[in-house]
């Protein structure tokens, strides 16, 4: 037992969930720092609004899908998640080109840091933010949250909530889990009660409200808005060779559902800032999964994986119209992807020269149920600064045999590629990737060994069961001005 968690006793789990920075790591202006601003008009006779952002890279995007707390074979009790973190600043003021202070804000400002995922993830996280001081070390700002109690309510052990809590005037929350151990939090703070109000209403698969919480005492405050969105997603099934030992990357299906989507909004003091000087604050936003976020079994209702069938290689066939859908858990494919190898080279001399080095390119295929047939796209997996976890980013320029960039290549086939060598968004940094005999079916390693299988008697690679589902976030920082948030409300 720890705290008031229960301990499950279960097998080691070895399915992961995975969870996709994509759109954090797309919404600034380089890829070494992921940088926001906004400013108000110079112009106007207003006092100026001037603040700026940067969101760094997270520790990792992999999370295990499995309880946080399980018992192994040998009765000891232990840790499956680990707490990712994202580092972000924020400022009252713009940089230069040097990097130097720019515009200072004439008028206080209150900053919002806001996170937002699918109900399905966000309302499984215990989140906890650290202020990092200006020796580097860790100053923890609030105790452990663990979402699923503001939405159903304090966890009753032993039992799993599915019921949403109606906060009544008066009531209050309590934060136990940074004193008991929690889920991995750090320990070095109080727990706070916090002020309750709000609802959700629906159920779990169709859900919409918002949930308040404020602590008097220390000032921090949690805000989380259900809204139901249409959600971009993928599921991800194993695939091997000749045999299960010779492993290969995931086959994904892309998926659009409608779900409740979630948008946490967490306040500081700390995140207040004075008019007329330069302030910077760094911050650390600690992620954890409390329990199984998934069940494998998205088809069907037992606790067994799904594997993937012959009648599922349908999924993949490119859609003749848009009344040839694809529909895997009640969710419209809009199509697949999987990684694979591929050579890098330089080019020296007049002439493309193999490194030696392999890299990691994302091969996708989108359908096009409007007209029918399919888009081919395509990334590169790889970490965008050093020690970062790997992020996909876009392969957008290819070259041809005498390293013209073609700027008008046709994508409706893997084919159309193949001549050539793409250079990813991240400035090139990773040299020429070569696209020569990339297969786009992932049954082959190679198109030569694709193309031959008329019969489809030859299949190289077999898909298996599922074993990840992939979500996509955002994660930004809101400002409002301080005498405004004071008089309406934090936003």
Known sequence: MVGNQKIKKLPVVRYL????????????VTFSRYVGSTSGDTTALLSRFVCSYQIGDMSSVIFANADYWVTGTSGNVISMNTPRSV???????????DGQADRISDVDLESTLRFYAPAEFAGNLALQIAEVDAGGAYI??????????????????????????????????????????GYGARKDIDDETLQMSGSFSGVADAHTGTVSA?????????????????????????RYGKTESEGATMLYLDCRKEVPFYTIDIQLPEMHFDAGEAQERTFVLFLTTVERTFDSSVVGSTDQATEWTQKMNGL???????????????????????????????????????????????????????????????????PLSEG?????????????????????????????VHGYHGQCANGGASGYISFADLPDSPFYKTYTDQSADTDGTQKQLTVKELLSKGYSSRLNVLFVQASQSAEEGTP
């Open 214 to 238: 404020c602590c008097t005492d220390t000032g921090n405050s949690l805000t989380i808005t259900a809204t139901m969105q249409e959600a971009n997603y993928s599921v991800g099934f194993r």
């Open 388 to 416: 970062a976890a790997s992020v996909v980013h876009p392969i957008v320029d290819f070259y041809d045999g005498q390293n013209t960039v073609q700027s008008d290549l046709d994508h409706s086939s893997i084919t159309k």
């Open 17 to 28: 969930c995975y969870l996709l920075v994509v759109s954090i790591l797309f919404t600034g």
């Open 87 to 97: 580092r972000f600043t924020v400022r009252n003021y713009t940089l230069n080109a």
């Open 140 to 181: 923890t700002q609030t105790p452990q949250y663990v979402i699923r109690d503001f939405v159903y309510g304090p966890s009753v052990e032993g039992e799993k909530p599915t019921t949403f809590i109606t906060w009544e005037e008066g009531e209050t929350l309590t934060t136990t889990s940074t004193a008991t151990g």
């Open 316 to 382: 993949l066939v490119t859609p003749q119209n848009k009344d040839d859908k694809k529909m895997f858990d009640d969710a419209l494919v809009t199509g697949y992807h999987f990684d694979q190898e591929a050579q890098v080279f330089s080019w020296e001399n007049g002439k493309y020269i193999a490194t030696g080095e392999h890299t990691t390119v994302r091969i996708q295929k989108t359908y096009d149920y409007e007209n029918g047939g399919a888009v081919m796209s395509y990334s590169h997996v790889a």
